[in-house]
């Protein structure tokens, strides 16, 4: 049996920082984006994300070019917030359940669409606890796909049934579904 996590909403929250860099380039752009509007982005790749973001402005036609620019802006606006991440940002019970489960022998990992997963890992002091970290970096196809919690498995050498996933966000629940693992649903 191992455990696979989703980064956020699940270990950290950082959904405060992806909010306030979308919000940001939103401006920007010249039109405002809710917090209503982000609940869509939850669980959705970088780019997906941008095009609900360009959606919800009213803008289309933008070339691939330009929209990898601005995806590149708002991570680096991300970046700057989560760089000052401490490891009080760690949400409530996480540390003693990643101690339980180290000190019992059950392998871990993070299952993430995050880029950062590794610096948000490393900044808010709960790297150690993981024998696999599998990220945006190291995947091509975005939850609802099972791809991230697939290679997950593998990288701990565990069968996809014999796995559990925490997840927060629907993709990643129906991700994990389709993956053929069990889901526990973190909710706030």
Known sequence: MCCIFDLDGVLVDTAKYHYSAWKRLAKELGFEFSEQHNERLKGVSRM??????LEVGGITGLPEEEKQTLAAKKNAWYVE???RMTPAE???????FLQHL???GVKTAVGSASRNAPLILERVGIAHFFDAVIDGNSITKAKPDPEVFLRAAQALGVPPDCCIVFE???AGVEAARRAGMKCIRVNH
């Open 90 to 96: 760690i949400l409530p019970g996480v540390v003693d």
């Open 168 to 170: 927060d966000a629907d």
């Open 102 to 104: 180290k000190a019992g």
């Open 81 to 83: 917030y989560i760089s």
């Open 48 to 53: 997906a994300s941008l095009d609900i973001l």
